[in-house]
């Protein structure tokens, strides 16, 4: 299915005849419901044409926008014929919408004002005439940012927001704090961000090399700030999930208050990449603090999930650590590595006293899961499963398939090469539902989600390099029906429109052919993975 060259893919198309012209008379009307999906495309359209896009509450108005019950809240119909007809269940139906109808009026709606030749109009502006039928196949279809390792000034992550919201993709995970920076402003206790936002300087490509850039890196969101992203990202349908990772990835927050650590003496905001051994004392004062800490961030993000991490936790601080293991004995514990998945668990408990579930990475699973958790099945799709057949919900997110950092070709010519192989075809056909999910396992597969880590993304540019055209795939395969999957047509819509329309973004996306001279990084060295052959050496 080629039709209009939509990503993703809309559910059903059924074409009609020629176009329907719009022009600067062009009228908006809305069900009450349905105003602020109104009032983006208002301003999106208003933007990219120059029209005023006058409200017209009566029937006649050339695109409206209607409340069908019958519909599912994100789901939709867009009839364009003698005007634009969009039916849609709510709010995100409607959106959803909205955003196809500015596909379908071709890569110069996506622009931020009109972009005729001087003295030219720009009207009128075909609509092919057209059915659709929309809805998506998973209700979770996130995308994971790393702030903390580079931070993403609040501009660019606005316009990061913007183009997943033209994919209909719907959560935004905000990897907030690590061992190499601390981003979010808590009121409570400032040198989190005084002294935990950032670092003096940072390796240069793998950590194995021992090159370091002698550059300062740092800044941190202000409260105001995150307000000011989660209502951007409401307007759009996107929850933002925040993500303050204990007990491990906890160096910067340690390097602020000595007293969170395991460890013996003090530490600077690592400059390194790799999972520091520096972890959190499991302690009354960690919890009290990271409570506190919790207090305030429930109160920028309403999201119906907080993340806690609990990913990648060494034991070493905790071994060597006459207090730890007192603590572990105290709790009953068989031995320290229990600490990690009870410290979690503690904070989880805070987080639903707040009526907030808690996300968590999977391997928190080998100690236990808080009740409720959402899991972000990374190490594979085992520690999904497991959760699944368990009674919890799942988001895949396996290393393999859907990490976007990952080298998007084999060979030297990708920047900064790390990781394995990752190509767009490959995230096009991953497959969030293993076949051996059994329907009847008591918990709920929400979805899936695109982790994007930027230890070697140091800028938007680089961000946009590793994320795009992949996340326009990884899009269709989280909206569109998987009977209708198709790379060679997908690959035909991408190159026929849709990467003209991250040009109209200003999105830096990789060329399918391969990155341009300016986004390789000769020199630079990455660290390849053999996703094969791992796979061979754990099969013994
Ligand atoms: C992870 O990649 N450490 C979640």
């Given at each position: 299915m080629t039709a209009h060259h939509l990503v993703p893919a809309p559910w059903s198309v059924q074409d009609g005849c020629g176009v329907l012209e719009l022009d600067g008379a062009t009228t908006l009307g809305a069900d009450r419901e349905l105003n602020t999906a109104r009032r983006w495309l208002s301003r999106a359209l208003g933007a990219a044409t120059g029209w005023d896009l006058m409200p017209d509450p009566a029937a006649s108005a050339t695109i409206s926008l209607r409340l069908d019950p019958e519909l599912d809240a994100e789901a939709y119909r867009l009839d364009v014929d003698t005007a634009v007809v969009i039916q849609a269940g709510g709010p995100a139906g409607a959106f959803y919408a909205a955003q196809t109808l500015l596909q379908l009026m071709g890569p110069a709606a996506l622009r931020q004002a009109p972009a005729a030749a001087a003295g030219r109009s720009a009207d009128p502006w075909p609509v092919p005439r057209t059915s659709i039928q929309d809805r998506p196949r998973f209700g979770y279809r996130g995308a994971m940012l790393d702030v903390a390792r580079h931070f993403m000034p609040k501009d660019n992550l606005l316009r990061f927001i913007e183009v997943m919201a033209m994919h209909k993709l719907n959560v935004l995970h905000l990897h907030l704090t690590d061992d190499q920076g601390w981003r979010i402003q808590i009121n409570r206790y400032p040198k989190l961000t005084e002294t935990g936002a950032w670092r003096r300087e940072s390796s240069r490509g793998s950590w194995r090399a021992g090159v370091f850039d002698s550059l300062p890196h740092g800044g941190f969101y202000t409260q105001a700030d995150l307000r000011e992203v989660v209502a951007f990202a409401a307007e759009r349908h996107i929850t933002v999930i925040p993500e303050v990772d204990v007990p491990g990835h906890s160096q910067a927050a340690i390097a602020a208050y000595p007293e969170l650590g395991a460890g013996a003496g003090p530490v600077e905001v690592w400059t390194r990449w790799g999972i520091s051994g520096t972890v959190l004392e499991t302690s009354d004062t960690s919890l009290e603090f990271y409570r506190n800490v919790l207090d305030e961030v429930v109160e920028i993000f309403p999201s119906p999930w907080i993340s806690l991490g609990g990913d990648e936790v060494p034991l070493t601080q905790w071994q060597a650590s006459d207090r730890a293991k007192t603590k572990a004995a105290e709790l009953g514990l068989p031995d320290v590595a229990g600490l990690h998945s009870w410290f979690v668990r503690q904070l989880a408990m805070h987080l639903e006293r707040h009526g907030r579930a808690t996300s968590v990475w999977d391997?928190?699973?080998?100690?236990g899961l808080p009740d409720g958790a959402l899991v972000a099945s990374w190490r594979g799709y085992e520690g999904g499963i497991e959760a699944l057949k368990n009674g919890y919900d799942v988001v895949m997110c396996p290393e393999h398939k859907l990490y976007l950092d990952h080298r998007q070709a084999d060979g030297d010519a990708e920047p900064v090469p790390v990781g394995f192989v990752t190509t767009l075809q490959a995230v096009y056909d991953?497959?969030?539902?293993?076949?051996?999910?059994?329907?009847?396992?008591?918990?709920?597969?929400?979805g899936a989600q695109a982790n994007i880590w930027t230890e070697h993304l140091d800028s938007p540019r680089r961000v946009h390099y590793a994320a795009y055209p992949r996340l326009s795939a990884v899009a269709e395969v989280f909206w569109s029906r998987p009977e209708h999957r198709d790379y060679d047509g997908f690959l035909a819509r991408l190159t026929g429109a849709h990467l003209m329309r991250l040009d109209a973004m200003g999105v830096e996306y990789r060329p399918v052919s391969g990155p341009n001279p300016w986004q390789q990084r000769p020199g630079v060295e990455g660290w390849k993975r053999d996703y094969d052959a791992e796979q061979r050496t754990a099969a013994g």
């Open positions: 391997e928190i699973g080998d100690g991953f497959e969030p539902l293993p076949e051996n999910v059994d329907p009847a396992f008591p918990g709920r597969l929400l």
